[in-house]
């Protein structure tokens, strides 16, 4: 295997034969090269994020017309170094009343939860962190750990903005991962494994088009676990002033922010391996290499569109965010998961394109019946919300008399 | 096998510890200068009144009930659909009535009003 083809084999290889030629036993040179990968990949994705800091500043700029960082080196790409920089400076400010264990565990944990979902995740043929047979599993109990440290964080700042952040996560963040937690159920149905390996490599055919209203739900979720933009009723500035993390300080805040922007590159890195086939692609197989620059541009396109939709949309509020889960998204889940199972079990088995189309089919049935539910749901309650409603005067004057509530024609 | 759980164990460690390592640098890095204003609560600049964890809306206790049932019924699922590629029609039938069970706890709650945010 040559360099250029498969380069991290190849390194890895090399430093194997290094260590037992300089007389290492061969399961502590195995030992050494476990914490040298596990320590590049979780330093790597680190030192990615401030690339990703600058790049959701830039086109976040350029979706609201503005320029965005522009100062510090070419298209003030050092913007965010300056930054870190400057935040390794600042002093720790610890409120008083505080619990100390909790206050400085939960930065910890926000920062080490994201990290460790790149540890199952597949990045090419031949390079991946651990191939566990419970991949997904372990996704699912890794992201509700990043949720405990925002929690922690909210309880031990002894604040009450805080407070009311951290119950915002147990509403929200929570009743979010049930519809993730049933979607990620129907790539595992397909594949017949938990792993991640194994469901990218049983990708022939990229698992959006035969679940796309399991990855359309499992979209929407991974957006709001991260509380982005028509979801961030955590963090929300005008509300509750940045809820969680108003008194940390220093790298303690800096640690939640650079695992609020590395999350959204993960989600993104989640749903290009669960659904748009991962590293898969002509030529992955034989030129491991080519693989990553297949996952990367997959996951550069769903992160685009999550920053798109997190610039575009304005912040729902908290009684349409539960709404939203637990009447449409939950059901939406169950329903999907159902026909799923129900549809592929009875169609025959060993024809690939048959199943493909019976499957695309009952999720465009499902997608038009839900489509068709929430609309008449909703012109029933605008029909309930006629007779109160009505074009409201701004000020009266004297002479003008209020304006009767009009009668629309639906 | 094993090495792969010895592989995550080390992952773990060391996601811990990064974070751990780079706050622990900034700790030497930054100005220790605490007064007793600048370590008060920040509350639009007035005190605080009365301690701040306080009890405060039942509605997130109610959905933290319905997370657990849900999640423990998606774990439970996990098997089915590992396994589902070797089940016959009448095993993901009885799967179906396992999670129609559970959509009707899911509509009673609707019916019951839990779902809505007063």
Redesign the interface.
């Known amino acids: 295997m040559s360099f250029f083809a498969d380069p991290i084999t190849f390194i890895s290889n090399w430093l194997n034969s290094l260590l037992t030629n300089w007389g290492v036993p061969p399961g502590w040179a195995?030992?050494i090269l476990?914490?040298l990968?596990?320590?590049a990949?979780?330093?790597g994705a680190?030192v990615f994020t401030i690339f990703l800091i600058w790049l959701e500043r830039k086109l976040g700029g350029r979706f609201q017309d503005r320029i965005g960082p522009n100062r510090v080196g070419p298209w003030g790409i050092f913007q965010t170094i300056a930054d870190m920089l400057k935040?390794?400076?600042?002093?720790?400010?610890?409120?008083?009343?505080s619990d100390p264990v909790l206050f400085?565990l939960a930065?910890?944990l926000a920062?080490?939860a994201v990290?460790?979902v790149?540890?199952?995740i597949p990045l090419s043929s031949t390079v991946y962190?651990?191939?566990?047979q419970i991949g997904?599993?372990?996704i699912l109990a890794v992201g509700a750990l990043g949720e405990l440290g925002v929690i922690l964080a909210g309880?031990a700042?002894?604040?009450?903005?805080a407070?009311?952040g951290g119950?915002r996560v147990?509403?929200m963040l929570?009743?979010y991962?049930?519809p993730m937690?049933?979607t990620l159920?129907v790539p595992?149905?397909l594949t017949?494994?938990?792993g991640l390996n194994d469901i990218t490599s049983a990708q022939r055919v990229w698992f959006i088009w035969q679940a796309p209203v399991a990855a359309l739900v499992f979209f929407i979720a991974s957006i709001a676990e991260n509380s982005r933009a028509p979801f961030d009723l955590i963090e929300a500035d005008s509300e509750i002033v940045a809820g969680f993390n108003?008194?940390y300080s220093?790298?303690?805040f800096g640690?939640f922010y650079v695992a609020d922007f590395l999350h959204a590159f993960t989600a993104a890195l989640i749903f290009a391996s669960v659904f748009l086939g991962g590293w898969r692609g002509p030529g992955a197989e034989l030129y491991p290499a080519l693989g990553f620059l297949y996952l990367l541009i997959k996951t550069a396109i769903v992160y685009f569109i999550t920053i798109s939709i997190r610039f575009s949309l304005p912040r729902l509020r908290?009684?349409q965010v539960?709404?939203f889960n637990?009447?449409y998204l939950?059901?939406l889940a169950?329903v999907s998961?159902?026909v799923t199972?129900?549809v592929d079990?009875?169609l025959p088995a060993g024809q690939g394109w048959l199943r493909l189309g019976g499957l695309l089919l009952a999720n465009l049935v499902i997608f038009v019946v839900a489509d068709r539910l929430v609309s008449i749901y909703h012109r029933r309650k605008n029909q309930e919300r006629r007779v109160v409603s009505g074009p409201r005067p701004i000020a009266v004057t004297l002479r003008e008399k209020p304006a009767e509530p009009v009668e629309v024609e639906s | 096998m094993l090495?792969?759980?010895?592989?995550?164990v080390?992952?773990?460690t060391?996601?811990?510890f990064?974070?751990?390592a780079?706050?622990g640098?900034?700790?030497l890095?930054?100005?220790?200068?605490?007064s007793?204003l600048?370590?008060?609560?920040?509350?639009c600049g007035i005190e605080?009144v009365g301690p701040?964890?306080?009890q405060?809306?039942a509605?997130?206790y109610l959905?933290?009930l319905?997370?657990l049932i849900?999640?423990v019924e998606?774990?439970l699922?996990?098997p089915f659909?590992?396994?589902?590629?070797?089940?016959t029609?009448f095993a993901?039938l009885e799967?179906?009535l396992f999670?129609a069970i559970l959509?009707a706890a899911?509509v009673y709650a609707?019916r019951k009003g839990a779902?809505?945010?007063t």
């Open positions: 195995q030992f476990f914490i990968g596990a320590g990949l979780s330093l680190m935040i390794f400076t600042k002093e720790y400010i610890t409120p008083w009343g400085n930065p910890v920062m080490a990290l460790a790149w540890a199952v962190g651990s191939n566990i997904v599993l372990y309880f700042s002894n604040n009450k903005y407070l009311l119950f147990v509403a929570i009743s991962e049930v937690a049933l159920l595992v149905m017949g494994s938990m108003i008194e220093g790298l303690k640690m908290v009684d539960m709404a637990w009447k939950t059901p169950l998961l159902l199972a129900l079990k009875s | 090495h792969e759980w010895l592989y995550l080390i992952f773990l060391i996601s811990m990064i974070p751990a780079a706050i640098a900034a700790a890095l930054s100005p220790k200068k605490p007793p600048k370590n008060s609560i920040y509350e605080t701040s964890r306080i405060f809306k509605q997130y959905y933290g319905l997370f849900f999640d998606t774990v699922l996990y659909a590992v396994a589902y590629n070797r089940l029609l993901v799967a179906v999670v959509a899911l609707w779902l809505e945010w």
